[in-house]
């Protein structure tokens, strides 16, 4: 008898994502020749940079190689221009060049946590977190943030509450997807604060930070003094250049344990792609006026969420103040079914929205079932008429739900 | 008192590359004038295809986006033509793109065995499955091959004798890396039906395919009738196309429930890089004439380390039917002190050679001391010279030690 072999349970449990539940019935809705905004996904409609296609298309090398493990040293340069920008300085042994934060956050669990350990982190939080602890066989142990507060974090003694001698971080991401929460500094100083009083380490996502609307420097982990030894910076390309294609990011930290075993790890999955940092390294010249318009468009894409979502009654969206997704919590509805709903069941002038459910952002049960999240990555006749379907939409559940 | 975190014990733990550790050592013979031939990693002077390049050269989109978790459909569309003309067929929901051979081990191990169970595989193995076993937190179990039998499998009842409740898979390379030994049809057979007898699966690293030199076609795990539910390919563009910055490979089941998860662990990770694809699937266009100067190169390189090295006293290397490696049992030497003095106490003609001590590619302790790995992954010229060295510092190494 030939026994098929069945998978492993971890590999059977893996955290399933809530939108791509949807994406059959957004098909479904497409083949019916309804127009679907995609409002779902981070993959923004900006361009990348003139400068990675050109320092791509101009590479000379024939043979394309490995990067070193840590990184191609013309990228880990570019990287430490960058920083100095941002008053963040590290030495070219404190970066390890990796394929996107996702696998920062990976390599970085790997060497902070054990097995069974614990991680803390603010929910409602970027979703593939969850996946990751899974590997890393971690628990997860979410902070409760609300729409009413902005998402902003509680006091040092709640965060405090949850620290146990399992706890072996703080998992934080400012600008943060999925709130768009930027932490303000005395928010970062009180993370560092618990960090340093219990002995833990801060790993502090920060792939967001060109997209901060309110005019004020987003405060990095690596500018608290006295933290030095706990942090660990989490970032990406992908967002940063609009480059998610490029599959690159980097961790730095001045732990010099903690570098050193991220790079063993690094070494073992032996490089990350190499025309894609050729292509980064260059960017390092794009120009700021590219930056500012970008932020400028998404300073108006967002204002047309908020300002469209906060019109209509019991539906609270907190500003964002960074990134591009934000919050929408439509108080009475079931976001699960309305999303699915959305695709199956309305239109309005052949038109619908994608959207992800709330519920996926949490680890609480029950939490966020009443919420939405919307990634403001189109332009703004794109968003603006998002955003009237969307309006339209809330409006016709409400009346037949 | 600020309390330092320290790193996890996996994070201290996770091996260390053997060959890193000799890396020093060359950048200082180098500073003292001493020209290493660097024959200790996978890394081929062989040009990547120019429809690579041209393909990422005039690739059109200005946002370089993520690509699908499971990959770009042109991509899989290439794929599955190439593999049609190896006689492997599948449908495109039955491959999942992975950045690298190596992630697609990650993921594969995740899908298929917990935490704890046991992996059997041939030493001496690709060194960094070590490190992939204990992210995922797997026993390794070896069976032993030896240079006398040109590192071929023991016995079905040898590898049966390994199994116990808690194994999960035979994880198998051929043509093998760091041996060049390529399997049987036979051995294939005898390894499926291992896996089927006992209901477990059989993960093929096949990432060397074209690199087989006495003529006979390789044998795929997908070659094998009623394997079919137990058979995993993992594949890689590295040396197929030598593009190992690519990093891009793929996986092929025919078992639903393990495409179905590895698929969940991909699109936790997101993407793999998308210029690379575009340019790997404009390879399919590659003409036979590529591979076979290839092919004949590597042929030629692969003769001069066998024949100078058989040339010499109580030395073997069997010949490795593919790859680009070759194991070199030097006898009475201790292979990880004679590697080291090569580059800090020997020079012919100001000239020396870096190369893999082989207990790094055995489980067993005490095992593969006095051996050593080769990479002919130079011209043929560079790889005379080296042999040449090699043999000068053999003869010299043996007299004063």
Chains 1, 2 share one sequence.
């Not at 994502?17 to 905004?37: Q, W």
């Not at 618990?194 to 996502?205: E, L, N, P, Q, T």
Request: glycine content about 6%; charged content about 25%.
């Amino acid at each position: 008898m030939n026994k098929i072999p069945s998978i492993s349970l971890r590999g059977k449990n893996v955290p399933k994502s809530a939108i791509r539940k949807l994406i059959p019935f957004a098909k479904d809705a497409e083949k019916r020749g309804i127009k679907v905004h995609k409002l779902n996904i981070g993959q923004p409609d900006v361009e990348t940079p003139q400068e990675f296609w050109d320092a791509v298309k101009t590479f000379k090398e024939k043979v394309l190689a490995y990067s070193p493990s840590e990184g191609r040293p013309e990228f880990i340069d570019a990287m430490i221009k960058y920083y100095a920008g941002h008053n963040i300085n590290f030495k070219s042994d404190e970066i390890i060049t990796i394929v996107g934060g996702i696998e920062g956050v990976l390599l970085t669990l790997f060497a902070v946590a054990n097995p069974g350990d614990e991680i803390i982190t603010p929910e409602p939080y970027y979703s593939n977190y969850v996946g990751i602890t899974a590997m890393t066989d971690l628990k997860f142990v979410p902070i409760t943030t609300t729409a009413e507060k902005g998402y902003h974090l509680p006091s040092a003694a709640e965060i405090e509450s949850k620290i146990t001698d399992k706890t072996r971080a703080i998992l934080i991401a400012s600008p943060g997807n999925p709130t768009g929460c930027v932490y303000t500094k005395e928010e970062m100083e009180m993370v560092a604060g618990i960090a340093i009083k219990h002995g833990i380490f801060v790993i502090s996502d920060e792939v967001y930070r060109e997209f901060a609307y309110n005019g004020e420097p987003v405060t990095s982990i690596m500018h608290i003094k006295g933290v030095e030894q706990h942090a660990i910076l989490i970032d990406s390309m992908s967002k940063r250049y609009s480059a998610c294609g490029a599959r690159l990011g980097c961790i730095i930290s001045h732990n010099k344990d903690f570098i050193d075993s991220v790079r063993a790890y690094a070494t073992v999955r032996l490089s990350a792609p190499t025309l894609d940092q050729i292509g980064i390294a260059a960017c390092i010249n794009t120009p700021q006026s590219y930056f500012d318009k970008v932020k400028e468009d998404y300073k108006n894409r967002r204002d047309i969420v908020v300002d469209t979502m906060n019109g209509i009654k019991d539906v609270i969206c907190p500003v964002p103040g960074g990134a591009f997704y934000a919050m929408v919590k439509i108080k009475g509805v079931d976001t699960e079914e309305f999303a699915k709903w959305l695709l199956t069941d309305f239109s309005f002038e052949s038109e619908t929205v994608l959207v992800a459910p709330g519920a996926g952002f949490y680890a609480t049960p029950g939490l966020g079932r009443d919420e939405i999240r919307i990634a403001y990555i189109m332009n703004t006749a794109v968003m603006k008429r998002s955003m009237t379907v969307l309006a339209k939409a809330i409006e016709q559940y409400r009346k037949t739900h």
